[in-house]
């Protein structure tokens, strides 16, 4: 019998990162998507401040987001630099989705829980969707690159003044194999023990 360890590993060792260019454009549920966040909610938080924020485009909500990331990358289209191409990717990407999850952090006020605590937090509660989303069979991606922390995301997102825009979640079942993962160094060389 597998035992809950060995599930678990492998949850957290076959999770990967897979890009909406791999995604089939398969629908999912709206109600699994809502299990899916429910155990961000399980993340821990300092002081029970619980600063995840989320904000989910589905549906022609997906088009609205794929259009407010293309302008607010590229303003000007009569700009001579205008780069067409990107502007395009940056637009369909969203559409390429089953839903996207914008990843917001809500500045509490408690002067214990300094902000960096909020954002490990946050963290953590878009871990636990990554894992969720990969033990359903979903694939997803956590996309940040030189918008994710606008403030303009933030407003997007109905966050205020001080809260954050930590990028996005990109949702959906994939199309191609599952990817092999890697990493560059092994835990011992990333770990120190001191035991005197
Ligand atoms: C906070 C955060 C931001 C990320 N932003 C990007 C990004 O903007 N572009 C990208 O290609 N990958 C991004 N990634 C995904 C990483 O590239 C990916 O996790 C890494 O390559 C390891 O692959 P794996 O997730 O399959 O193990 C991000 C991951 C994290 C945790």
């Not at 794929?66 to 990717?89: H, I, T, W």
Request: hydrophobic share 35%; aromatic share 10%.
């Amino acid at each position: 019998m597998t035992s809950h360890i060995d599930i678990l590993e492998g949850i957290i060792e076959n999770r990967r990162t897979v890009k909406p260019s791999e995604f089939s454009g398969e629908k999912i549920d709206d109600a699994l998507i809502e299990k899916i966040l429910s155990s961000a909610n399980w993340a821990p938080t300092h002081g029970y401040t619980e600063p995840w924020r989320f904000t989910v485009f589905a549906e022609d909500g997906l088009a609205s987001l794929g259009d407010f990331y293309s302008k607010l990358d590229q303003p000007n289209p009569d700009a001579e630099d205008f780069n067409e191409m990107r502007f395009n990717k940056l637009r369909n990407r969203a559409l390429c989705c089953s839903h996207v999850i914008g990843i917001g952090m809500k500045r509490g006020n408690n002067p214990k829980v300094p902000e960096i605590e909020e954002l490990a937090s946050v963290a953590m509660a878009v871990q636990n969707i990554w894992l969720s989303a990969h033990a359903y069979g979903l694939s997803g991606y956590w996309s940040t690159g030189s918008l994710a922390f606008r403030d303009e995301m933030r407003d997007f997102f109905g966050l205020e003044e001080g809260d954050k825009s930590l990028g996005l979640f990109y949702l959906g079942k994939s199309a191609s194999p599952h990817p092999k993962g890697r990493r560059i160094s092994p835990i011992e060389e990333k770990t120190r023990w001191i035991k005197s």
